[in-house]
């Protein structure tokens, strides 16, 4: 089996799917804290999956952990739990520290006593994935060329800083230790099961709603942008083929700004969904005020993991967002499951 951490999140959840859409696939453990990203409704499908056993808890239960390592004897364990994203970190960054910087050192403790008590060759073929953000790198100028694996950490924000102190934890483990790690950081995804906070899916929802479309700034801040199918097969990729102790860095090769997103978006519902008044989405776009060290640029150079591993993402852009409206359009029973009340009084928080 593996045991994958986060696998309720959005991420995680979307690799668990797409782990065991394979009908071939081994068994995971998936151990989840379900804070307000976590949502088992993502994972409905696989109720009645015998190779899927979901855990309720959290990576930094030394006692927990331990046990369903001696318990079911993973071969790997993925790592995708953290406490995100940016904007709730400026709010409450406490949060941030102890899931992601002393939640991974305590995992990372529980995983390297298991490892040492595997017997060869279970401890040779065991690996540790982390995987991170490609905010730890900070931000970039709009000449400047893409973030590589040899970058400068020089994050900026509570959650970013987070990330990079675990990054850290781990780096030094494979080094000081010897754990089987590998690490990879990854650009902004996006795609189906979004919690609808996030630019993409929020946008998508505010619109069918007739809300305002709120843009931070000017809009002109540029992310590269990854659909979270093509994250899942590059973590199979690296899983099964890194090189212990490496980073690579999983990008989708598509950089646009802010406001190009959100209008690409107006288009495709417009054509997809349109208004009841026929008038363009586009009409709802509100720019509301920056916020704080908001990040003018992160670009991801992909090329390590298309050299060493032969990944390279499927999806452009287009395919991608459209794929994820269309998903959006055809769930609205997941999407009224996660929008609580405490989503609505976060979303005023954040933008009013």
Not at 37 to 47: H, P, Q, V, Y
Request: charged share 25%; glycine share 8%; net charge negative.
């Amino acid at each position: 089996m593996i045991l994958v951490t986060g696998g309720a999140g959005f991420i995680g959840g979307n690799f668990v799917l797409d782990w065991l859409a394979n009908p071939q696939a081994e068994g995971l453990i998936n151990l989840d804290k379900l804070t307000y990203a976590g949502n088992l409704d993502t994972l409905k499908s696989l109720k009645d999956d015998p190779r899927h056993l979901f855990i309720h808890g959290d990576i930094g239960d030394r006692v927990l952990v331990k046990r369903l390592l001696e318990e079911h004897r993973p071969r790997a364990i993925i790592n995708f739990a953290a406490e995100s994203h940016v904007d709730r970190s400026i709010h409450g960054p406490s949060d941030f520290v102890q899931t992601n910087i002393v939640g991974t050192f305590n995992l990372l403790e529980s995983v390297r006593e298991y490892w040492n008590a595997l017997a060869e060759p279970s401890k040779s073929q065991f690996r540790f994935h982390h995987v991170s953000t490609d905010e730890v790198y900070g931000s970039l100028g709009p000449h400047d060329p893409a973030f590589t694996e040899t970058h400068t950490y020089e994050p900026n924000s509570p959650y970013s800083a987070s990330k990079a102190a675990s990054d850290h934890l781990v780096r030094a483990w494979f080094h000081t230790y010897g754990l089987p790690v590998l690490t990879t950081n990854c650009s902004n995804n996006y795609g189906p099961y979004h919690f609808p906070e996030k630019l993409i899916p929020l946008v998508i929802l505010n619109a069918l709603n007739g809300k305002p479309l709120p843009i931070y700034g000017d809009g002109q801040q540029i992310r590269d942008w990854l659909f979270v199918g093509d994250h899942c097969s590059a973590i199979r990729e690296v899983l099964a083929k890194g090189k212990l102790g490496e980073t690579y860095n999983i990008g989708g090769w598509n950089e646009k700004a802010n406001l190009d997103v959100v209008k690409t978006i107006c288009q495709i519902l417009d054509e997809l969904k349109p208004r009841a008044d026929n008038k363009a989405y586009i009409e709802q776009i509100t720019f509301v005020k920056d916020r704080p060290g908001h990040d003018r640029r992160y670009a991801i150079d992909a090329s390590k993991v298309e050299r060493e591993l032969g990944w390279r993402p499927n999806e452009t852009f287009e395919t991608g967002i459209r794929k994820t409206v269309q998903w959006y359009l055809d769930n609205p029973i997941w999407v009224e499951g996660v929008a609580s009340g405490s989503y609505r009084d976060w979303l005023h928080k954040q933008y009013d």
